[in-house]
């Protein structure tokens, strides 16, 4: 069993020069048994902080941390036994199985002591590894307590090795979820819902928030809409819809992954009904709750508006009889609103993959929509798709009708891009003179 790279090994070298003991612990021992590369390596010593950084003088060693410190060396974390830390030093100290009976799930309480060469599993970590199974290393409730974010990590768990969370856990978990809000930083909960973008069915950390209650406290507009009837056009409810949808984007794009999760939210405030039926028209603009979500959980104002704004343009037609016209038109506001086209494409291949009551979209017709928008994009050395694509500027516009800067400027303009978006031939200067010249 090999689970180290050429840094590690030299660190932990280094430290039984010197007379120590180091195992590597945690998600990187984790991984290598899941059959997954490690990249983030943590290392368990039996050396205090100060020993820690004698040693690794020169070697760009530092302290970092506030609650429980650490020492960093060439990035990688090294962590002195937490034992006495704890409990006092009139405790004695078992290293390292002291410190692992305190980590968070036994899935994380593995080491692997590379001197022995040999795994430390005193938990049954490498049995619910294999079981799929999610479990508080000894007293769930003291572990949380410790540190109420493992509520949050306890699904996101769940969710990367596609498990289940024991029962003993689970009813702690729904017991303490209220300590989420009480006691969980903000900045760290935005961490742990970016990280689960990443995983490959996120739609099980969502699941599990809201069984044990917690989805409500970090998004009220996706928990108000789980039981919501999806309508005529759905086969599944407005939740499940939004779950499929998440999931069947992909993990290279997290922040288009939670729009995917959140972008039907808006169909809450949006249902109406008719005849026993709801319908959501104009579902995509009702944003405020998502907004307002977001920037509780402290994403940033670029975040917030790129996620918003896939939202409010993935109903957008793009169809086998859509114009020219109109795809420039929607290559125009993607542009406003700094939306890629190839986002706005995985969205909405997303959105159809996860309606049950209608066949995912066939490459062929994946291939028509890709193409609509490619002959706009690349047809027309003289497009444009926002004011700034114009052949003439505001300058040009105040020269040719004689008038200093003011509003009129940006309504001239205006005037000659709605003109260029219906007819992309128009886009040259002696072109829009004759426009502005008429504009008068």
């Known amino acids: 069993m090999k689970i180290s790279n050429v840094k590690v090994e030299q660190i932990i070298s280094t430290l039984w020069k010197n007379g120590f003991r180091a195992v590597i612990a945690g998600g990187s021992v984790r991984d290598f048994i899941r059959g997954k590369k490690a990249f983030d390596f943590d290392l368990l010593t039996n050396a ?27 990035n ?34 593995m080491a692997y002591d590379m001197e022995k060469r040999e795994l430390i599993d005193l938990f049954t970590g490498q049995k619910d590894l294999k079981n799929r199974i999610i479990r508080f290393t000894n007293d769930p409730d003291q572990r949380i307590e410790e540190d109420p974010l493992r509520i949050i990590r306890a699904c996101r768990m769940a969710s990367l090795i596609k498990g289940t969370i024991e029962p ?92 995917g999760f959140l972008h039907d939210a808006g ?34 104002s670029q975040e917030i508006n790129y996620i918003l704004s896939i939202i409010r343009v993935h109903m957008r037609p793009l169809k086998d009889d859509t114009t020219p016209k109109a795809v420039r038109r929607l290559l125009r506001d993607l542009n406003k609103d700094k939306i890629d086209y190839h986002d706005f494409l995985r969205m909405r291949i997303a959105d159809r993959r996860a309606n049950l009551a209608k066949k995912p979209y066939g490459f062929s017709e ?37 008038m200093g800067q003011g509003p009129e400027v940006g ?30």
């Open 76 to 109: 990688i974390e090294i962590s002195p036994a937490r034992f006495n830390q704890y409990h006092g030093s009139s405790n004695k100290t078992v290293f390292p199985d002291n410190d692992l009976a305190m980590r968070d799930f036994t899935i994380n309480s």
């Open 168 to 259: 003993a856990s689970l009813k702690a978990l729904k017991i303490k979820s209220c300590l989420v809000k009480k006691r969980v930083s903000r900045e760290r909960l935005r961490v742990e819902i970016l990280k689960a973008m990443e995983h490959e069915t996120p739609s099980i950390f969502f699941k599990y928030l809201k069984k044990i209650d917690v989805l409500k406290h970090l998004f009220p507009c996706l928990d108000q809409c789980f039981d919501l009837d999806g309508g005529p056009y759905h086969g599944e409810t407005v939740f499940e819809h939004c779950m499929l949808t998440g999931d069947a984007l992909s993990f290279r794009y997290p922040l288009l992954r939670l729009a």
């Open 267 to 300: 169909k809450y405030e949006a249902a109406v009904e008719k005849e026993g039926k709801l319908f959501f028209a104009g579902h995509e603009k009702h944003t405020d709750q998502t907004r307002a979500d977001l920037q509780y959980l402290r994403f940033s």
């Open 411 to 440: 309504s001239v303009l205006e005037y000659l891009f709605e003109k260029v978006l219906d007819n992309p031939k128009l886009n040259n200067k002696g072109e829009l003179k004759k426009l502005i010249l008429e504009y008068r």
């Open 366 to 402: 994946i291939k028509s929509r890709l193409n609509k928008i490619l002959n706009e994009v690349y047809s027309e050395k003289n497009r444009a798709f926002s004011i700034k694509d114009l052949a003439v500027s505001g300058r040009d516009v105040m020269k040719i009708l004689k």
């Open 48 to 74: 205090s902080l100060d020993e820690l950084i004698t040693v690794f003088k020169g070697k760009n060693a530092r302290i970092v941390g506030k609650t429980f410190k650490i020492c960093l060396v060439d």
